[in-house]
């Protein structure tokens, strides 16, 4: 599949509370992975783990290819040990006293194809889970 995921959603929640939720380390921690290296600055590198309940579980090594504050994040996503490598880009955009958040992954034909964690159904269940649930959320104190 060489289509982009894209996620849209509209955020009851101020730009900069929704952009603190993306980029402090504290925030991601209770809504995102644990991601303790994590730096909003082009060039930083950080890993964390995870993978399906009961299953394997991945390193995931990323590098923060782009900040734009208060409207974009962008880093890569690669896997420790294969091929491939994706890209995870948040964007937002204030929308009256809410934000508009895109989320866009391109790159997951690069991943390994014969290994089904890596299957684009998984992505678009986490990254669904992630943009309608965990995050939504967080930001309304839940």
């Known amino acids: 599949m060489n289509q982009p995921l894209i996620f849209e959603r509209i955020l009851d929640a101020p730009i900069d509370k929704v952009w603190s939720a993306l980029t402090n380390v504290a925030e991601m921690k209770l809504w995102y992975f644990d991601v303790p290296e994590f730096k909003a600055e082009v060039g930083a590198v950080f890993t964390f ?7 394997p579980q991945y390193k995931h090594v990323c590098k923060v290819t782009d900040v734009e504050h208060l409207k974009k994040l962008a880093y890569t996503w690669t896997y420790e040990g294969y ?3 994706s890209v995870v880009t948040w964007e937002l955009s204030v929308e009256g006293s ?4 895109k989320l866009t992954h391109t790159g997951l034909e690069t991943l390994p194809a014969s290994n089904p964690d890596f299957a684009v159904k998984n992505f678009v269940e986490g990254w669904t889970y992630f943009t ?11």
């Open 132 to 142: 309608t649930k965990a995050l939504p959320e967080y930001l309304a104190g839940k």
């Open 49 to 55: 783990t995870g993978g399906p309940d009961g299953g």
């Open 83 to 85: 091929e491939g490598e």
């Open 98 to 101: 809410q934000t508009r958040l």
